[in-house]
């Protein structure tokens, strides 16, 4: 077979995630298994070319993973202006984000980026409409619609197996140290809102996607958002104040299928898992009811619930988690950023619009704010059906 290469300049691969899921868990593992098989029996090689601010930590990456040294740069101005790039991926700070997309698009570069896409969703619109208008292909990452868990789920919903939906319910998080006596799994940024940090600029954009993209559109939220954890030290040991918050909780109005549906939604780095899984979903329909996390989802129809009764007076004889049903895998699932950089490469090597774009990203920035300001004023927020310049204006 004929092997095409694509040249992806990867900007902020030194970070954990650019490092861990988007260079070694996609882009290396789809080198590994021989790259990115066309339809028309053309295979593409994606080829990296490492980019940030630290020339030391890059060449260290290119070594490790036996990419060539030469494909390594601090100056992404130069990388832009190379033909043989095709593609830019950005995974820096958000603050960081904005700039460097605009560049890529200026240079007619097909553009994948981390959410959010930028800080404001005015930022975000402005992205998408200049990525647009230069005809290039756009998306965002939305890994959580790629995760087995969430598709088995949506398989569910496609089948009308819950018939009416009534809610869905989530809890997402885990207990991030403070960093004093034990190191922090996350970044110092994401607690320091003057670097673009917070659960809800970080989670709400997730939600967004997870929710129009499996029940329907997000018509309202109320949003409580909360810094439970006020002091944090960094990655020198260093003590800051957390300037960010920490915990989200959510109730959002969704258009459902067969009429409105409820959405609660719990997102923090304070919590004690008590889960099966960092992430779980509960749907609840007239005719059965599904958990789905990151891998599992599970199932209980309306002919098989039981019949739970009220008495605090007797011990429980029954084990309730046991009365729900696995639903079969069906097929092999892969990495969920994986499977969506696969599906971003074949587009962008056709030219074709993504359905998972920039719009879609703003969309997301601008559920955070609304968020925001109904966590600042105690209201309500109605999201507009459609976007607008004056998103970000009317959250604030």
Known sequence: MERETIR???NGVTGRMGHR?????????????????LDDGRVLWPEPVLVGRRPEALRALAERYGLDPSAVSTDLDAVLADDRVQVYFDAQLTSAREESVRKAIAAGKHVYVEKPSATTSEGALELARLAEAAGVTHGIVQDKLFLPGLR????????????????VRGEFGYWVFEGDWQEAQRPSWNYRAEDGGGIVADMFPHWEYVLSGL??????????????????????GAHYPATADDAAYGILEVDGPHGPLVAQLNSSWAVRVHRDELVEFQVDGVEGSAVAGLRR???????????????????????????????????????????QWEAFLRLAARG??????????????????????????????????????TAGESAR
């Open 8 to 10: 992806i300049a990867m």
């Open 21 to 37: 899921q988007h260079l070694v868990r996609s882009i290396l593992a789809l080198r590994e298994r021989g790259g990115v098989p």
């Open 152 to 167: 088995k789920l949506k398989r569910l919903v496609d089948a009308g197996f819950f018939g009416r939906i009534l809610s």
């Open 215 to 236: 029940f329907g559109q997000v018509r309202s939220v109320w949003a409580l958002a909360a810094t439970h954890l006020p002091d944090r030290w960094d990655e020198q």
């Open 297 to 339: 989802c599970r199932i209980q129809h309306r002919a098989t619930t039981p019949r739970p009764v009220w008495n605090p007076d007797l011990p429980l004889t029954e084990s309730f988690r046991d009365q729900w049903q696995e639903v079969p895998d069906n097929g092999e699932f892969d990495n969920g950023f994986l499977a």
């Open 352 to 389: 074709e619009p993504c359905p998972w774009d920039l719009f879609s990203g703003a969309r997301g920035v601008r559920l955070a704010e609304l968020a925001l300001a109904s966590s600042a004023d105690g209201q309500r927020r109605t999201v507009p059906e459609e976007l607008d310049d």
